[in-house]
C-alpha cells in the first residue's frame, strides 16, 4: 500500500513530523498540550505510549536537552512514522536522544517486559489514549479508528503499564476527555496519588473538550482540580497567550505539587 506524507513543523520549526496523509490520526493541538504536562531542566527519561507518529515525544524532546524519549507504538506503520521522522536532518539536534518500540501497551507482567518495556526505568510517562467508545467507530479508515476508538477497560490497562514501567515518584501524564475522569481515577487505584486535573475549555462560560490529567507513582496526596485553561480569548480561533506558549514549546505546565 502507497501512503502519502507530509512533513509538517510544529513548535515554530524547532521539530518536524512525518505523519500519514489521508489515513490514521494527525497529530495537533492534543499533543503539544500533552507534551507540556513534562516539566524539568535535568536527565530523565520519558515513554510516550500509544506514541503514534511521534507528536508528543517529539515536542518533549525538542524542548527539553536532556530528555531520552522512548516512543512506545503497537502500529507498525506509525512506527515507521516516527523513525522517518528521526532520519530528518531537521531533526538532528535531537534524534540521537530519541527511540521507537514496537509493542502492544496493553501487554502485561513478562510479556511486556520481554516487548522490551522493564520495570522500574522511567521517570514520566505520557500517554494520549484513543478517546472515542468503540461502539461510535463510524470511519472506514482502519488505521484511524485503531488511533481514536477505546476499548474496554482501556485506560486500567495503559495506567498498569504507566506504573510498570515508572520509577517511584515517577509522573503520569495523560490528556482525554472529561467523561472518562472516573475511569482515570480508579485505574490510578493504589498505584498512584497526587492526581492533578485540568480541564480545558474552548472559550470562557463553554464546557471543557479536553482534561490534563498527572500523577504521581506511590503518592497518597489528594486529588487536586486545578484552574482552567481557556483556549481561545473571544469568537476567533487566536489561542490565549499561555496556551499558545505551551503550544508552541515555549512554556511548559508543571504540577502545582512536587512529588
Known amino acids: 500500500m502507497t501512503v502519502t506524507e507530509t512533513v509538517d513543523a510544529f513548535h515554530r520549526g524547532r521539530f518536524h513530523l512525518v505523519q500519514p496523509k489521508g489515513i490514521g490520526h494527525r497529530s495537533g493541538m492534543d499533543a503539544m498540550l500533552l507534551a507540556a504536562l513534562v516539566a524539568g531542566d535535568g536527565p ?6 500509544g506514541a503514534g507518529a511521534g507528536a508528543a515525544g517529539l515536542a518533549v524532546a525538542a ?5 531520552e524519549v522512548l516512543l512506545v507504538e503497537r502500529s507498525a506503520l506509525m512506527a515507521d512514522f516516527a523513525r522517518k521522522s528521526l532520519a530528518l536532518d531537521l531533526n538532528a539536534a535531537f534524534a540521537g536522544r530519541v527511540s521507537v518500540l514496537e509493542a502492544d501497551v496493553s ?8 516487548a522490551g518495556l522493564a ?8 500517554m494520549n489514549p484513543p478517546f472515542n467508545d468503540g461502539a461510535d467507530r463510524r470511519t472506514p479508515d482502519a488505521l484511524k479508528a485503531e488511533a481514536h476508538a477505546m476499548e474496554d477497560d482501556l485506560f486500567e490497562r495503559w495506567i498498569r503499564t504507566a506504573g510498570a514501567i515508572l520509577k517511584p515518584g515517577g509522573q503520569l501524564s495523560l490528556i482525554a ?3 472518562s475522569i472516573a475511569e482515570i481515577i480508579a485505574a490510578c487505584g493504589r498505584r498512584f496519588g497526587g492526581i492533578e486535573i485540568t480541564p480545558i475549555h474552548p472559550r470562557a462560560g463553554e464546557s471543557a473538550l479536553r482534561i490534563l490529567v498527572t500523577a504521581i507513582k506511590g503518592s497518597r496526596a489528594r486529588l487536586a482540580l486545578r484552574m482552567p485553561l481557556v483556549m481561545h480569548d473571544g469568537p476567533h480561533h487566536a ?3 499561555f496556551v499558545d506558549d505551551l503550544n508552541n514549546g515555549r512554556a511548559s505546565y508543571p504540577r502545582l505539587r512536587k512529588p
Open 44 to 49: 530523565m527519561r520519558v515513554a510516550d505510549l
Open 177 to 179: 476527555r472529561p467523561e
Open 63 to 67: 524542548r527539553l536537552e536532556k530528555a
Open 119 to 126: 520495570d522500574d526505568v522511567h521517570d514520566h510517562v505520557i
Open 239 to 241: 489561542f490565549t497567550p
Open 107 to 114: 501487554l502485561a507482567g513478562r510479556a511486556r517486559v520481554a
